[in-house]
């Protein structure tokens, strides 16, 4: 037990430290004002944006983007071509797309950090095999010049290997639309949970940390301003949709969700 609990806070940065705008300042149960206060204070003297979440599994944003990572590993094992997601998710406005980020992350990290929030939250956090797979060849990504893609010479082309871990029976086929929106989706439904446990306070501390934290296409104004632009109860349509097709709990819409559809609102 601390001496003095109310004047620890945490600060999670995010990689490369050199590069990320972003910090995550942590409180703790019995963290007061004044500390968390002067660590906001300080985060912005290192010239660094910072949100201020609950100590929790996976705190905001490691949270949010790993169900996106994840979700990106289920349609690839359903048959998907991991190519054409990224390319999907780049049209969109990501910088790079989850397979080229999970090579730029490396593997063994992702995996690791995965199945942190997989014992935190269970089922629905399930880490998808082929991850796991991939994680046993310990094919880490750009640090071992093999991850879903081969890093050669300067060259980048696709690990087609890959495809060997996928069993012929799970094709499925899925519309470009559909691609985007189970990735959408799933962050929405994750980060409205984050909303109702009170892991933060407000829908632009998800949309500022997402932006600044995972590269979030700016343009979008954020994670939750663009659910709200796509009209939450088309959200939540989807999601019911995705739970019904791929008989996954996953998908459940969270009461937060449900509430603001029953009560005709949005995030913002």
């Given at each position: 037990e601390a001496i003095n609990p109310e004047r620890i806070v945490g600060m999670h940065f995010f990689n490369p430290v050199h590069r990320m705008p972003l910090i995550e300042v942590i409180r703790g149960r019995r963290t007061n004002e004044e500390a968390v206060a002067t660590i906001v204070d300080f985060s912005r003297k290192l010239g660094k944006t910072a949100i201020v979440v609950k100590d929790s599994c996976g705190f905001l944003i490691n949270r949010i983007l790993v169900p996106y990572l994840n979700e990106a590993g289920f349609m690839l094992e359903e048959g998907m071509d991991f190519q054409e997601i990224d390319r999907i998710i780049t049209s969109f406005g990501m910088p790079m797309g989850p397979f080229t980020l999970l090579d730029e992350i490396g593997l063994d990290i992702g995996f690791k950090v995965a199945k942190?929030?997989?014992?935190?939250?269970?089922?629905?956090?399930?880490?998808?095999?082929?991850?796991?797979?991939?994680?046993?060849?310990?094919?880490?990504?750009?640090?071992?010049?093999?991850?879903?893609?081969?890093?050669?010479?300067?060259?980048?082309?696709?690990?087609?290997?890959?495809?060997?871990?996928?069993?012929?029976?799970?094709?499925?086929?899925?519309?470009?639309?559909?691609?985007?929106?189970?990735?959408?989706?799933?962050?929405?439904?994750?980060?409205?949970?984050?909303?109702?446990?009170?892991?933060?306070?407000?829908?632009?501390?998800?949309?500022?940390?997402?932006?600044?934290?995972?590269?979030?296409?700016?343009?979008?104004?954020?994670?939750?301003?663009?659910?709200?632009?796509?009209?939450?109860?088309?959200?939540?349509?989807?999601?019911?949709?995705?739970?019904?097709?791929?008989?996954?709990?996953?998908?459940?819409?969270?009461?937060?969700?449900?509430?603001?559809?029953?009560?005709?609102?949005?995030?913002?």
């Amino acid at each position: 037990e601390a001496i003095n609990p109310e004047r620890i806070v945490g600060m999670h940065f995010f990689n490369p430290v050199h590069r990320m705008p972003l910090i995550e300042v942590i409180r703790g149960r019995r963290t007061n004002e004044e500390a968390v206060a002067t660590i906001v204070d300080f985060s912005r003297k290192l010239g660094k944006t910072a949100i201020v979440v609950k100590d929790s599994c996976g705190f905001l944003i490691n949270r949010i983007l790993v169900p996106y990572l994840n979700e990106a590993g289920f349609m690839l094992e359903e048959g998907m071509d991991f190519q054409e997601i990224d390319r999907i998710i780049t049209s969109f406005g990501m910088p790079m797309g989850p397979f080229t980020l999970l090579d730029e992350i490396g593997l063994d990290i992702g995996f690791k950090v995965a199945k942190i929030l997989e014992d935190g939250f269970g089922e629905r956090m399930r880490v998808c095999s082929l991850l796991e797979k991939i994680y046993q060849k310990k094919w880490f990504g750009k640090k071992t010049n093999k991850g879903f893609y081969i890093y050669k010479n300067k060259k980048i082309i696709p690990n087609n290997e890959i495809y060997n871990f996928i069993s012929d029976k799970k094709k499925i086929s899925l519309s470009s639309d559909d691609i985007l929106m189970r990735i959408i989706c799933i962050m929405v439904n994750e980060a409205a949970r984050c909303l109702g446990e009170g892991v933060c306070l407000e829908p632009s501390d998800v949309d500022i940390g997402m932006i600044m934290g995972t590269g979030f296409p700016p343009f979008r104004a954020g994670l939750l301003y663009y659910a709200d632009s796509i009209g939450i109860d088309k959200i939540v349509g989807k999601l019911k949709e995705f739970e019904n097709r791929f008989n996954s709990a996953r998908f459940k819409p969270c009461a937060y969700l449900m509430k603001l559809v029953v009560n005709k609102q949005i995030f913002y």
